[in-house]
C-alpha cells in the first residue's frame, strides 16, 4: 500500500522502512530488544569476537586554520597489525586508497576505505612527513584485533591498573588472566580495575572474572525469565582458590549490563569497593533468534539478580526510550548521586544495597565534565596541536631535538613522567605557532595551558609508543581514577569484613 500510494514511495529504503516498524514495536517490550538486519547481524558477530578486518591503525585528519580538512595521517599502527608489519609510521598522509583519492576526504570515509572484507588488498599510497617521498604500499586486510583490556600497567608501586573498557567479549577472560599475571610479576600488591564505559557483553566472560576473587559456592548473579532454561539456579563460582589481591572497581553512568553483573557480585560480597558514578542500569538477558534473510532478533527473554537477590534494571515503564538512555537529559541533575527507589537488600557484611537503578558505588565521585562550548573549542585546538607535534617529532623544530620520533613504534613500553615532558619553553613554542599560524589569540591559548600540556604529551608519546600507551597520559588527570588509589586501603578492609561474613556463612550453611 505505501509502495504503491505513498507520495514518496519509489524513493524509500523498505530495508530501513521494515526495521524501524520492527524496533519500534520491540522497544513498546523493552528498550533492549533489538532488530538486526544481514549487514548489523554480520557486524555483531565480528564485535564478540573482539576483531573487525583492516589494515590495524589508528589515524587522524589535519585541518587548516580555516578548518577545511587538508589530509589524514597514521597516528600508530597496532603491534602485529597488517599497517605495523608493512612499516606505515606516525606522520604519513593518506595520498590514497586502491587509486581514489583520500585527499580532502573525512575521517570516516578514508577509514571505510581502509576497512574491508579479510584478505582482500589495500594499496595505499602514503607520503612520509619527513621526506615528502611519496610510496605505494600493499597491505592485505586482516583481522585486527580490538582487545578487551586496552591498558594493563602499574600505575603507582605496588599498585596494577587494569582498563576492562572493551566489552566482554570471548577474550576477555584470557586478556584478564594475563594480564593479572604480568601485573603480580611486576610486583602488584593491589588493583584498580576499571570499568567505565564498558557497555557489557557476553555474561560468561563477567562471570569467569568474578569467579577469580570469589569463594566456591558464593552466588555470582542468578537469572530469573519465563522459557525453558531462562530460569536458571543460581550461578555460584567454583574457585576453591580465589585471589586475595585487594580490589578497587571504577564504575560510571556508561557501566552496563555484564560489567553490572561483575560490579553488583564484587559488592554483594564486600569483595571490591566499588568507587564512581551510578552505573547504567541495565540487568536483562537478550538471546538471539536467527531468522531468515541472514537477519536476528535479539530478545529479552529473562532478568538478572545480584547475589543479595536486587535487580540491576532500572525502570521503563512510561516506554520513553530517550529518558532511558538519558536519565533525563539536560535537565537530570548530575551533581548528586541520585537517591535509591528499590527495595533493600544487605551485603555479606550488611551493608544495605538498594535494587533497580543500576549498582550505586560505595564511594561517588563525579567525573570530570566541561561544556558543550568548551569541548568545542579544544577540538579546534587539535589541529595545531596535531601540526606542531609532526613537527617536532621529525627535527624540524630544531631548538627541541630531543624530542624527535622519526622511528617504527615501541610497544609496551613502560612510561616514565620523564618522558617527553611539555616545559615552559616547548609551551612557549606551541603558543607561538597557535597564534601565527592558526589565528588563535595569545589569551585563548593560556586559558586551556592544563588541556594543550595534556595533549601536546599524549600526541608526542603517541608517535612513539601507540595510542594504548598515550592514554596512560590521560589518567595522570583523572581524578576518578587519583581516589580510587586512594581508596584502596578501605577495599583491603572491606575484603576482610566479608571474608570474616562468608566463613560464618559457610558455617552457618547459609551461603548464598
Known sequence: MIEDNHVNGKKLDYNELFKTA????????????????????????????????????????LSDADGKVIATYIKATFDGAPANRAGLLYGDKIVDVNGVSMLGKSLIEV???????????????????????????????????????PEVYMIRPGVGYIAMKGGFNQTTYAEFIQAMRELKAQGMKQLVLDLRDNGGGLV???????????????????????????????????????????????????????????????????RALIVGENTFGKGLVQNPFVLDYGSMLLLTIAKYETPSGRLIQRDYSDGNLYNYYTKGGTLADESQPPRPKGAESKTDSGRAVYSGGGINPDEFVKSQTITAEKARFQQK???????FV???????????????????????????????????NLYQSFKKFATEKYKFTPAQIEREREFIQRALRTELVTAA?????????????????????????????????????????ENSGLNR
Open 465 to 505: 609508543y601507540g595510542s594504548t600507551t598515550s592514554s596512560q597520559v590521560f589518567n595522570d588527570y583523572d581524578t576518578q581514577l587519583k581516589k580510587a588509589i586512594e581508596l584502596l586501603p578501605e577495599a583491603k578492609q572491606l575484603a576482610i569484613e566479608g571474608a570474616k561474613a562468608n566463613a560464618k556463612k
Open 390 to 424: 609532526l613537527g617536532l617529532a621529525f627535527g624540524k623544530n630544531k631548538d627541541f631535538e630531543n624530542y624527535k620520533v622519526d622511528r617504527p613504534i615501541t610497544f609496551e613500553y613502560v612510561l616514565k613522567p620523564t618522558d617527553y615532558p611539555v616545559t615552559e
Open 204 to 270: 560468561s566472560q563477567a562471570y569467569r572474572v568474578a569467579n577469580t576473587f570469589l569463594s566456591a559456592g558464593q552466588t555470582i548473579f542468578t537469572q530469573k525469565g519465563r522459557i525453558d532454561g531462562a530460569n536458571a539456579p543460581p550461578y555460584r563460582a567454583d574457585n576453591k582458590t580465589p585471589d586475595e589481591t585487594p580490589v578497587v572497581v571504577l564504575v560510571n553512568r556508561n557501566t552496563a549490563s555484564a560489567s553490572e553483573i561483575l560490579a553488583g557480585a564484587l559488592q554483594d560480597h564486600d
Open 111 to 149: 577509514r571505510n576505505f581502509l576497512r574491508g572484507p579479510r584478505g582482500t588488498p589495500a594499496k595505499i599510497t602514503v607520503e612520509r612527513y619527513g621526506s615528502g617521498k611519496r610510496e605505494m604500499v600493499e597491505i592485505i586486510r586482516d583481522a585486527v584485533s580490538q582487545p578487551s583490556i
Open 22 to 61: 520492527i524496533d519500534t514495536m520491540l522497544h513498546t517490550l523493552d528498550p533492549h530488544s533489538n532488530y538486526f538486519d544481514a549487514k548489523e547481524f554480520d557486524q555483531f558477530r565480528t564485535d564478540q569476537n573482539s576483531q573487525y578486518f583492516g589494515i590495524g591503525a589508528t589515524i587522524g585528519d
Open 381 to 387: 585546538l587539535n589541529d595545531p596541536i596535531f601540526a
